[in-house]
Structures are given as structure tokens and as C-alpha cells.
């Protein structure tokens, strides 16, 4: 309280009066109702505040070699996973689009690099509403009855639940446009994963998420491209630590390698992947450029 009113007094020009009045009517009553309780919970106390460079210093570099050691075993679970995977077929969970000659002609203007950029805008976004629509045949429906237009009855299926989508930033973007073709009023998130160029470990950035996604009968991520599978990871563990159950996710993508696949499936057996094509690991991302153009 003396350091305080001595500042006031001689650096703002305020009389002591006033002073006192400040600290018994607002400072003292927050401290004690935000400050206080922290430090009774605190793991950690700095006595002197930004001062203290010293405690400071040990308290970053402590962080620091936590961060890389947990970065370095990061790196190992991912290499052991994908040795364990490396030989394994396709995983069960695994669904591939039929190679039916539409779905081949339209991934061959795709692939092709003279299409222009609004026919493979077009292509790109009926291939997305078809990926979404066998993700959907995976959701679970029940019996309804409705009266038709010529008066008779039609026993057909509903959707158990709602059903949501995240996308994975930016490059998720691409298969908006075929997802609100299929389900018009989806709630719609978003996460900003990317990786680290130094570590090569994926890091979320960004996240906002349906408020009730965790009561929502399926979710699906939507993302164009899938190579070693690391965003993929992550975008489905903050979905589970958001409380989402694994057999109401659905990973959604164009392109996938069979190593990134397997780490998913493995990591999340009960998860469903709905793709168009299996293709070589670490294939570069290119789709997004392309749709954007840029």
C-alpha cells in the first residue's frame, strides 16, 4: 500500500486522500477475491514480480526442456506407430471410395495439372459432396412414417441425431462447399493446425468448436489431404478431450497415405475414415493451392 500511494502521490499527482480511498475500496477487495485464492492453488510463487530475472530465467528454461522433451517423445510415438503400421493392409475402419469410371474421370481432371481453375473448383466440390455422403451412410437412422402428397403412408429413416462438421484450417476449406450441399444447416468449427518446421510436430493455434459439440450424434473433420497423419491426430484428440465419444467421429479426405491412415486407425480404432483414394506417403499438399489459387 506505502510503494502504491508513494507512486500516486509524487508520479500522478493525486492527493493521499484519495489514494487511501482507492486501495480500501478497490484494490484490496480484488485482491483478496481474484489474487489471494491463486496463490493458496499457485505451483509456483515469484516473489518481486518481473524483477526477479533470475526466478523467471529457471521457470522459462524449465518450461522450455519440458516442452522438448515432450516434442522428442512425440517424434518417437510417431516413428514406432508408423513401423508398427508400416506393412499392415488398409485398416478395416479404413472406407475408400468405389472406383466407379465417374469417380475416376473426375479424380483424372483433378489430377490433371492443365484443368483450369474453375472446372476443378466444380469437380472438387461434387467429389467433396459424395465423400460426405458415405460418411453420412455411416450415422445412424431410425423408422419414420410420413404422409405423402397422394395421401398414403411412407415408412422411410430420419437421422438419430445432429450431425456437425470441423474443419481443419485452411486447407478443410476446400470441402465446405460439397458438405452444405449434403447437409445445408451444419454447425460448422474450425482448428488452425500447423506444423513446426524445427520439430516437425503438429500445433494447434486455433480452435472454436460448437458449444454442445460433445452432445452431437456424429462429427466430421473435414480435411483435403492426409500424409504422415499428425494434424489428423490432433484434430481428433481435442475432439475427444472436448468429450466427443470416437465412434461418433468421421474423418473426411480427398487423398490419404496408407501410413497416415493406419496411425489414425490405430490410434482411434473405433473412428470411421471415408476417403477417395489411397495414395504414396508424404505426398506434397497441393489441393488447397490449387482451389485457392494461391
Known amino acids: 500500500m506505502l510503494l ?10 493525486r492527493d493521499i486522500e484519495g489514494c487511501i480511498k482507492q486501495w480500501f475500496s478497490f484494490v484490496k477487495p480484488n485482491y483478496l ?79 490433371n495439372p492443365a484443368t483450369g481453375s474453375v472446372d476443378f473448383n466444380f469437380y472438387l466440390d461434387r467429389m467433396a459432396a ?3 455422403e458415405r460418411a453420412m451412410d455411416n450415422l445412424e437412422f431410425r423408422s419414420k412414417e410420413v404422409h405423402t402428397s ?16 470441423v474443419v481443419i484450417l485452411r486447407a478443410g476449406s476446400c470441402l465446405e462447399t460439397g458438405l452444405k450441399r449434403v447437409i445445408p444447416d451444419c454447425k460448422t468449427g474450425r482448428m488452425l493446425i500447423q506444423t513446426n518446421y524445427r520439430t516437425g510436430e503438429p500445433e494447434l493455434h486455433f480452435s472454436k468448436l460448437p458449444r454442445d459439440i460433445k452432445d452431437h450424434h456424429n462429427v466430421l473433420v473435414l480435411d483435403p489431404q492426409m500424409a504422415s497423419g499428425g494434424a489428423a491426430l490432433m484434430a481428433v484428440k481435442v475432439l475427444v478431450d472436448h468429450g466427443v465419444e470416437q465412434s461418433r467421429i468421421v474423418f473426411v479426405t480427398y487423398l490419404a497415405g496408407k501410413l497416415g491412415v493406419n496411425r489414425l486407425a490405430a490410434v482411434f480404432p473405433e473412428m470411421k475414415i471415408v476417403v477417395c483414394r489411397i495414395v504414396k506417403d508424404y505426398e506434397e499438399r497441393w489441393v488447397e493451392k490449387r482451389y485457392f489459387r494461391c
Request: proline fraction near 5%.
Open 150 to 165: 397422394a395421401n398414403y403412408a411412407y415408412r422411410g429413416l430420419e437421422a438419430l441425431g445432429e450431425v456437425s462438421a
Open 33 to 111: 477475491r481474484y489474487v489471494q485464492p491463486q496463490r493458496e492453488i499457485a505451483d509456483v510463487i515469484i516473489p518481486r514480480g518481473i524483477e526477479n530475472r533470475v526466478a523467471i530465467d529457471m521457470v522459462v528454461k524449465h518450461i522450455q526442456r519440458n516442452l522438448e522433451e515432450k516434442s522428442e517423445k512425440h517424434q518417437q510415438d510417431l516413428k514406432r506407430l508408423g513401423k508398427e503400421v508400416e506393412d499392415e493392409p488398409v485398416a478395416s475402419s479404413v472406407l475408400v471410395l468405389q472406383p466407379t469410371p465417374q469417380i475416376r474421370a473426375m479424380d483424372t481432371i483433378l489430377q
Open 130 to 132: 459424395l465423400l460426405v
Open 4 to 13: 502504491q500511494v508513494t507512486r500516486d502521490v509524487r508520479d500522478r499527482g
